[in-house]
């Protein structure tokens, strides 16, 4: 195996890092020729999450010259021709058009030459952190790991992505929520019981907005069947997809991510190792990263378009989890600390060990996100047991042009 340049000329195992991080060699996307459409380049999201669990130089190396050769039967490619150069005159017109994304690298690279990195970072993230959930949130997962590893061309690369991917929860609909929710949990339940009372009107209104083509959603995306649908949710939009609840303006900013986080591994241990549900845990990492160099009435923004996206993507399976098992579970967690320290220590240990040589690289980024939670929060029990309720790779079906998405 052909290890990348980014790793036959590094040094240290800084160096390493930064290099990996730094690399030009691959296109941000790669195409599965069975599944007949475009997965997303997680490599350098590995990189971050297995530096941060504390795996050797070498295993970040091997991992990251594996998947480069082979991730899901195939290999990363090379960096695509753009079909337009991208200038600030035009760089909202292509925006989810999946289009240029090396144009668009160009384009912010030059703006961070003008700008700065934290003025450009001002003026482009309030921009593009609506279109989130492109992608599966892979462009917000690319931007946001790359602001909390803080290299310059990973942050480059993740604007490029989110414009690329764009796919907009469409915050200009959103509106006060008439309940007076306190949190997101609180938020969860409610929602849950809708589903359950009205569950064929959801059903029918899901058919509709799969039968809405009014608005564009990329024809690309028909190859990704839930990527089409989160597309077409967000596009059809909902009472509850919009409804701002009143805990996303009361709580201070801290506790406002504090409470989303929980949420979601709540959401994530309605079924351990919910491959859709665990990306909602890795994005909202990212989500709480993009917020974070800007004032407070956009990190609010911010918080409401996540939850948004966050309902579009679970809308859009067709059902929501079951009322019952968020009770249970939150009733079992919402006051559990780990108390014994060493015995938790020991557990994390026993978790990261299992992560960092584990070829899947979700599970590593599930981790080292609930383990900073459990680190920052308190030591709330329900992180570490999220964090050892490992995914499996998904299988992958051949794409059937006369299917419906």
Known sequence: ????????????????????????????????????????????????ALDRLGASAERIADYYARYAAQTYGYGLE???????????????????????????CDFFEGEEKRLGMDALLRRYLPELFPGWAGALAHGAIHLGWALDAGHRWMIVEGLAYQAFAYVSCHPEKNAPAPEDDATPTQSLLRIARVWETQGDAMRAWLDAAMADETAFVHPDLARHGSQYKIARVLAKGHPLIHATPAWVRTLPPGALWASLHYAASLLYLVKPGDFTVLHLITSLHAMEHIAAPLSEAQQREAAACYWSGMLGILFSRGAFPAGAALEELDARYRDAVDTDEAAAQADWERIVAKAIPDDEEHNPKLVYVERLAWRRYGHRTLFRIAADRFTSTPVLTAYKPSAQP
């Not at 021709?81 to 668009?104: F, M, P, Q």
């Open 1 to 48: 195996m052909n290890r990348p340049s980014a790793i036959a000329d590094a040094g240290s195992r800084e160096a390493l890092i930064d290099a990996l991080l730094d690399d030009r060699d691959y296109h941000i996307e790669f195409k599965h020729v069975e599944f007949g459409g475009w997965l997303s380049n997680h490599d350098k999201h590995a990189v971050i």
């Open 78 to 104: 090379a960096p695509k021709v753009s079909e337009h150069d991208i200038d600030a005159g035009n760089w909202k017109t292509h925006l989810g058009r999946r289009s240029s994304y090396s144009a668009y």
